[in-house]
Each structure stands twice: as C-alpha cells, then as structure tokens.
C-alpha cells in the first residue's frame, strides 16, 4: 500500500510531500508485587502524510494519518483532502530536507522483543528486596521500531530500533507506616546491572522517606540535584537553543556570545550525540530525514550551534540543522565530594521537577530530600523548591563526573545557587 | 443533527463478531473494542500555521481482551482484515502463546482474577452536535483563528506571538462480546488562545484561556472573547513580583479549584491504586477528608464536556459518583477489572489512552459542587491571601495525600481588597486533608474546563475535565 501511497503523491501535484511509517511490535507485562497482573501484544503500523502546497502568499502544509487497511481511493480522496487544505495555510515558504548521508551504520536486524522483554522480566525477580523494601508493582515495555521516512525531495530512509521502558513503584514501611517511590526508565534494551543498582539506592531512599523531618524555610539556598530530575534543568539549555524557540524570539540565545552576563558557576558545553550506550534514541536521522551528528552546540558556556526541525532553521539561514537525540553535558569543574561541602539541601525526590522551557521557571515539591546545614544533616520532605533558570544559569556548578539518563548524559551533581525553598515549618 | 457513528466500524461488526465467538471457544471471556476517531487541529501563530488530522484522541484499531484460568491477556492491531478472521484469531493465539512461553520460562506468577460478567447490554448513541470535524468549514476556521491571532498581536507593542489552536474529535467506539452490543458517537471540541510578550528585561511570558465542550466546531465561536482576559493575564505575569513564600488564606478560581479536585481526590481515589495498596483513600471511606462544604462529584455524566461518553473502555455505562459528600469520603471510581478484584460494581471509569494501551481506572469529569457564598465576600473576609488564577500543572500523590498545583498567578488580597499587586508564578504543595480540611467558603457559580490532558504518572495520558467554584482555603504557596 505504501508504494501505491507515494505514486499516488508523486501524480498529486501538491508541491512538496513527506511519509512517515512507524512499525511496532510491543509486548507489555503488568505486575502486582511480582504477580502478572495482565501482559499485553500489539503490531501496529502508523502511516503519516504531510503534504506542502506553496502559491504566492506562501507555503503551507496538512496532515493526515492514513489507516492502514486504507485502500486505494482512500487513500487519493486523502491526498486531495491534505491538497486543499494546505492551500488554507501560509508560512514562510521554505526548502524540505534533500537526502544526504549520515554517519554510521546501516538498517539494523529488528531487536528481538522475547529476548529483552525475558531480560526485564529476569531482572526484576532478581532484585535485592528485604522484608521493609520491596517492589509494589511495575510495568515493562518492549519494542521493536521500524521507521521509515520517504520524501518528495529523495529521502527514503528506514531505521529500525528497540525502545523500552520500565516503570517501578518501590516500598519501604516501619512500624505500619508505608511509602512509596516511582521511577521510571527509558532505554533501548534492559540494562539488568544499572536497573538493580538504582532500584537498591531507591529502596536506600525509601527508608529515608520514612525518618523525614518537614523541610524547614529555608528562603534562599543551594540545591544540589542527583537524580533524574536533573535532565529538566539540562533540558532547558537544549529549548533555549532550539531554532523554534530562537525564531519566535523566545530565546535571545546567539551565537558566539555567552549565556549568561556574567558566570561565577561553571561555564558548560553541551554536545549532541549521535548515539549514547543503550539509548532508545539511537537513530541516524531525525524525524524530518536530516543525518544526526556528533555537534557542539554549546562551549564553555558560549553559544555555537542551534538544533531543531528544518521550517525553523531554514527561517534562520541555517541549512544543516537537524532535531538532536542525545545530548551530553560537560564542563563540570568540581568533584562530587567538592560539590558536597558547605551548607546545600540535596533533592532526590520530586513529586515532579519541571522547568518551564519559555520562562525559565523551575518548580518542584519535595518529597525526600537532605539538608546539610554545614555541620548535620537531616533527611526532609515537603515544600518546594522554586526560582528562574535565567538566575540560575550564573550561578550553576556541576561534577565532573557523569551519569547517563537514556538518551541524556548529564554531570552527576547539579548545584543551583540562590533557589528559593518554601518550608513546611 | 446527531453525530453519525462510524460506517468503518459498522462494515467489520460482523466480522468481529466472528473474532469474538472464534476465540470464545478457548477463552472463557472474550471482548472486543473498535475504535475509529477522526479529528481536525488548526494551529496558527505568526511563523507556523497549520492543518492536521490528528488530535489527542483520534485513532482507528481494535484490542482484543481474552481471560483463561485466573489470567487476562490483550492484543492491539490496527490491520484487521474482515475477510480473514480466522487468521487474526490465528495471529492473535500465536503472539500471545509466544509471551506466555517467555513469561512461563520465567516462572511467573499469575494475580489470579475472575472472569468479567458478561450481562447482556446493547446500546447505540449518536450525541447532538452542530458540526462535524470531518466536514466543517475549514477555511472559515482559520480565517477566524487568523484573525483573532492577528487581533492579539496588534493589541500590545510587546508581543510576540499570539497562538490560537482549535481541535475537535469525532469519537465513535464500539464494544462487543458475546453478550454486549455497544456502539457510541459523540464529538468534544477545544481550543485556546496563548498570547506571547517579552518584557523589557528580556523575560517572555505567555497567558492562556481555552474553551472546551461536549460539540462541535460550532464551539470555536467562543474563542474570541477570551482573547482580551488571556492578554490581560500575559500583561500581569510580565509585572508580576515573586512570592514571600508562606502559608496564606486563598481563594481559587474555578480552574484552580478544578486542579484541586483532580489531584486531591481524583487520582487520590482511582481504585486501581486500591488494588496495589498505593492509595491512602483506601483507608478512609467513610471518614472526613474534607471540610463540611466540600462535596465532589466524579463521572462521564456529571458534566457535560470533552470526556463524557455513554460507556468506558470495558464496556461499562457511564456513572455519576459523588466522591466526597459534605466532607467525607464516600467511595472511589473503578475500571471493571480491579471492581472485580475489590469485590465492588465497576463505575464507568475504565480508560485507554488509546486501543494499543491498556485500561487503567481514569477520571472523567471531576467536579466540586458550589455552595452560595458571592466572590467579593469571599476576597472581603480575607486578612492577607491570595486570588489564584490560570493552571499550569499538578501531580498527585495518592500514597501520601501531598499535592503539587503550579498556578500561573496569584492577586494580593489585603484586609479584604484586591491590591492589585500580583505575584507569579506560584507552587502550591500541602497536605490534600488539610486544604480541603479549611474550605470554608465557596461561590455559588461553578465552571468546567476540559483543555490538556492528564496522565498516571507519567504517561497515558486521556482527556479529563474538572471545574468547581471559587474556593477560599488556606494553602502553603512558593
């Protein structure tokens, strides 16, 4: 059918087209404790149509997703329907993709789902659980991806990859008072060895949870951060430098000029990768066919290169854009031990960390965290922690050392100056 | 007119009705969900403007849900062939043999559950709606998304974009077993208006207001005037200071109060966490959770707007279910499956994100009833507090009843008056008893929103809605 889909795109005369074919074959297992819950299958094929039409008063573009059991006048009285109503859209006209080669290998052999998922599964019977820490409940999935892009400017490029992802809700209890903790994790297949060591530090954490005191008011303070939720502060960095972000002016980002007024923190590089171990976003294209390469974006703090999908970067002048998928974060001048002296409240659980990607707002309320007022420490939870990544940024110093988060490689300890942590006394 | 119900899914009834008693003969339930939902967003703002096909909810697929011994099993496909029946009864047995082998080599164990009753039930709905995505006006459409874009822009020299994006769905399901006949068509609507400026210090703020309904496109009318209150938001948030964070006495708007009451007492009752022992509600049916004035509703029938339908994923009709009455906890809501496991009815609260995902128990329209206070005696018995206005975000924590609502900004209530100073943005976290605990105000209006969409945890991600009235409480803000 597909075939058909592209003559029939090719006889359209729409000006410009992209299809898009995303195969997946899951499998999922629900557990209770370690109880099967359900498990679930699925083969399923996603094909999308993009059509451009482009006339004096600009460029505009539809889409459509096209069933699969769609037959050929379907699929025509779709391709008619996507011609018309680009027409009703203008943009600043610009150029798709051409083809151009990318760094790597080739097609790879469709991972096999039964041996991964057998992974997963093997894994969490093997966890070091105790009679007070043990697992609640958790949910594996497992994929083989097959996708493929065909262009009207000559892409036709086919990537095929595995995705997964595991989500475990841990508990601890004393004297009849339980908790819990969430984690999830991303990855292309199961890393068995990294599973079980972050799932024993959650269980470490869990009894943490127990003992908290309420966070006290701590007006403005350090914030060390070493968990996951790091990735958002990182992922701010990778927005403000996103050609969508700069062409709309959301960012004042430029190239060859710092950051941040003035850094009394670290000045970070971060790099896109075209692959990182394990990572479910090992692919050599993007989404819109541009290759995906290894590419400094930012040095020392400085702005060098933009990312992002080609409408925006064209907008730009930037001809070698592509939409990155793993990044990596360096730069860090200081050692963990370094970065644990004085007085600093460590956060590892949110109820959930964001940063706000357009104002640079982060928020999160505490659910376990240790404040180390230079002589003690004591394990809290509750209140929140608060402030602006455009303060933040001066101010920021991070480990040398790294920790990989599927497909973000971050410094292994983040320290913010000056957050703003509302209390609970 | 009534919204039609889907011909793709009235031509392959049959044959999936012969999947159905096909696979019967080795599973001793067998149900089917069809999906065929088309949708339409149109998206415009200065550098991209768009047309799409594709909204949260649409989807064309079918899962099969199959129980033998203790155990339920399901299988997602969206290429099924109603001239080849017997090879996807075939395909389906052959997959799902292939995982049983895999999870038996591990010696798994099953969390051995009853078949669901098969009562028998047909029902065929076709909602009212003014106008289909599928055959609207689409030019007229974004002439006037357009239009109001362009108004937005030319109202205020900081202004950097003015987003407006309108989205409608066209949902038609249909359930079958051996003993069920259900088949549903109804179309929800929404659309938001996120006008963007920069302020002088470089900072980019954005406001936004949205309308949302049980209808057509015919709702997209209502956008334009919420253009100048989201443009008066955009404006406070560029002027606005930051918190002294601290405990203060609150009011909160509709919308913020509709934030409470999903994250409280919405996800905080989602008996599937019953199940697993991850949620605290389970314990305190039956007691005070909440102030005297607090009562909250919970189903698909209790408001109309962009989740309520005529029956869930599983093929249980949709319910009304007062949650909270005058403060205490009254039950939860449930998917058929953990019902079944709890011993309880199932409350029409079985949802998929889509065919290929699984049901989980999922709010629909979570509501606090109103009371008969009027807001401007509710910001007059105010010593120093908060109006809050405009949702961001929220994240349950149904374990330990703590809340996180990101709200976009708070006005400056003192002795009584509205200041005018506003503050932003601001993080509200506390203990769900205790800001429920001191309600002890609440307005006589109420409204309902249904923009965005809620996920459990951090996925599987449906769409709600949630509303009630100005609520005065008192509340820890950051």
Sequence with gaps: MLNKVIELLRASGVYAWEVTDVKTHGWEFYFIRHALDQNRAKDVEHITLKVYQKDDEGMGSASAELAPTANEAEAKALIESLAYRATLVHNKPYELNPPRPASGGGETAAPDVAAIAKDFLTAMQSLPETATEDINSYEIFVSAKTRRLITSTGIDVTETFPESMIEVVVNARREGHEIELYRSYDSGTCDAAGLARDLAKTMQYGKDRLVTSPTPNLGKADVLFSSAAAVEIYRWFAAKLDVRMVARRMSDWEPGKPVAPEFRGDRLTLTALRSLPNSSKNCRYDAEGAPIRDLVLLRDGVTEHYIGGRMFASYLGLDDCFIPSNLAVSGGTRTEAELRQGAYLEAVEFSDFQVDPMTGDIFGEIRLGYWHDGENCTVVSGGSVSGSMRDFVQALYASEETVLYNNWRIPALTRLGGVTVTGVD | ??????????????????????????????????????????????????????????????????????????????????????????????????????????????????????????????????????????????????????????????????????????????????????????????????????????????????????????????????????????????????????????????????????????????????????????????????????????????????????????????????????????????????????????????????????????????????????????????????????????????????????????????????????????????????????????SSDREVFGNGGCGKGYKEWVKVSDGGPYLKTKARLG
């Design chain 2, 1 to 442: 007119m009534k919204a039609p119900f889907s011909p793709y899914l009235l031509r392959i009834k049959p044959s999936l009705q012969q999947l159905v008693a096909l696979l019967r003969r080795d599973y001793d339930y067998v149900s089917v969900l069809a999906t065929d939902s088309v949708g339409l967003t149109v998206s415009i703002s200065r550098r991209a403007r768009s047309v799409g096909s594709e909204t949260m909810t649409t989807e064309r697929g079918v899962v099969v849900r199959l129980y033998r011994a203790g155990q339920y099993r399901e299988y997602a496909l969206n290429e099924f062939d109603p001239d080849r029946v017997a090879e996807t009864a075939a395909r389906i047995e052959a997959e799902l043999a292939a995982q049983q082998a895999v999870l038996d080599g591990c010696n798994t164990k099953v969390y051995a559950t009853d078949a669901l009753s098969d009562e028998p039930l047909t029902l065929f709905v076709e909602r009212e709606t003014e106008q289909l995505p599928e055959t609207t006006d689409v030019k007229a459409l974004v002439d006037r998304l357009t239009a109001l874009s362009d108004r937005g822009m030319a109202m205020d020299e900081r202004m950097i974009d003015c987003m407006t994006n309108a989205q409608s769905t066209h949902v038609c399901k249909l359930f079958l077993t051996e003993h069920r006949d259900l088949s549903q068509s109804y179309v929800y609507s929404e659309g938001v208006v996120i006008p963007i400026m920069r302020g002088e210090d470089g900072s980019v703020q954005n406001g936004y207001e949205g309308v949302s309904g049980l209808c057509g496109p015919e709702l997209f009318e209502q956008l334009d005037a919420k253009l100048d209150s989201s443009m008066a938001m955009v404006r406070d948030l560029l002027r606005a200071g930051r918190i002294e964070p601290g405990e203060y006495e609150i009011i909160t708007s509709p919308e913020v109060s509709g934030l409470i009451a999903h994250e409280a007492f919405g996800h905080g009752v989602e008996m599937d966490m019953f199940v697993k022992n991850r949620a605290l509600g389970k314990d305190y049916v039956g007691k005070r959770v909440g102030s005297d004035l607090v009562t909250m509703h919970e189903g698909a029938l209790c408001a109309e707007n962009v989740t309520s339908f005529a029956f869930d994923d599983e093929g249980t009709a949709a319910g009304d279910v007062i949650e909270i009455d005058r403060g205490i906890l009254k039950t939860g809501i449930c998917d058929a499956l953990s019902a079944l496991r709890l011993g309880i009815a199932p409350t029409g609260n079985g949802k998929r994100q889509n065919f290929e995902h699984k049901v989980y128990t999922r709010m629909t329209n979570t509501i606090f009833d109103s009371g008969e206070d009027k807001l401007e005696d509710m910001i007059a018995s105010v010593k120093r507090g908060y109006l809050l206005e405009g949702m961001e975000s929220g994240m349950e924590d149904p374990k330990h009843w703590g809340i996180q609502c990101i709200i976009k900004l708070g006005r400056e209530i003192v002795d009584g008056k509205l200041t005018g100073k506003v503050v932003a943005p601001i993080i509200m976290t506390g203990y769900v008893p205790d800001l429920l605990g001191g309600i002890c105000m609440r």
